[in-house]
């Protein structure tokens, strides 16, 4: 990504970042302000395995989903990632982003996780981070430091090294005998030591849904976006079953269908 391209993210990232409530480092509740900010956050565990997440532009909706099977500073991640597709890329020619990983090599998912990354803990933050509340030398640092930073930015151990390395913060060196450090001793230990409440190393398996649900679960079935199961268990979570919203699923949609198809099926 040129240098250029990265400031305008990085000043983008801020000027969301300033509409949220902060403690000394990191956004105290993405989720919460999100949703104050007009987002229609939908928070669903649609288990380990399925999509992240995704960001939709929808009848002037801006929606994002998150799936909380995913440990929670994964989860923020996502979040922060699917603000970035909405601020940087949705429009009304390019109404939908879907994650089903963040390792894609596309522009537009590069600029995301830039934006994530920056938006959750910016570059001059975790330069202020390192020299108030890490030891002096890097080579000093333990992986219960990395465990207080994860806290202070609720991000996971692998993005803290991330974010110090790609800031030439810490070299590979140390990078590599903290991540041997880390793997002797579970991350969840030094979280766990650190805060009792802190439960940023799990998943929270939160469903957190707008009204909007019903017509977003049905809207996201119909164009192929969700698999029956989970449509059937979305639904299962308002007492209601896929025949109660007019879905008669023994029609199953095949694998094959091709867009006329599916659109002459929806015709009829
Ligand atoms: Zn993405």
New binding site residues.
């Given amino acids: 990504m040129l240098d250029q391209k990265k400031k305008t993210i990085e000043m983008c990232a801020d000027r969301e970042r300033e509409q949220y409530i902060k403690n000394a480092y990191g956004i105290v509740n993405i989720f919460r302000d999100c949703r104050d900010r007009g987002y229609k956050l939908i928070r669903y565990p649609i288990g380990e395995e399925n999509v992240l997440g995704f960001?939709q532009l929808r009848d002037g909706d801006k929606i994002i989903f998150s799936n909380s099977s995913s440990r929670l500073s994964r989860e923020i991640f996502t979040v922060a990632?699917?603000l970035g597709?909405h601020v940087l890329h949705l429009s009304e020619d390019k109404s939908e982003?879907i994650?089903d990983n963040?390792d894609?090599t596309s522009d537009?998912?590069e600029e995301?996780n830039h934006f994530a990354i920056s938006f959750l803990a910016p570059k001059d933050l975790v330069r202020k981070y390192v020299e108030y509340e890490m030891p002096n030398s890097q080579s000093a640092w333990a992986a219960l430091d990395i465990a207080k930073m994860m806290i202070a930015f609720n991000l996971s151990f692998e993005a803290c090294l991330n974010r110090l390395q790609n800031l030439s913060l810490l070299d590979s060196v140390n990078r590599h005998r903290l991540t041997l450090e880390k793997s002797a001793n579970s991350v969840s230990n030094y979280v766990r030591i650190l805060d009792d409440s802190c439960n940023i190393n799990k998943a929270s398996e939160v469903i957190a849904i707008p009204d909007e649900f019903l017509k977003w679960v049905l809207y996201n079935y119909e164009n192929r976006v969700i698999p029956q199961e989970t449509l059937e268990k979305s639904l299962n979570f308002l007492k209601l079953k896929p025949s109660d919203v007019g879905i008669d699923t023994t029609k199953k949609i095949a694998e094959d269908l091709n867009l006329d198809d599916l659109l002459g099926r929806l015709d009829d």
């Fill in positions: 960001a990632h699917e597709h982003i994650d963040f894609g537009e998912e995301a």
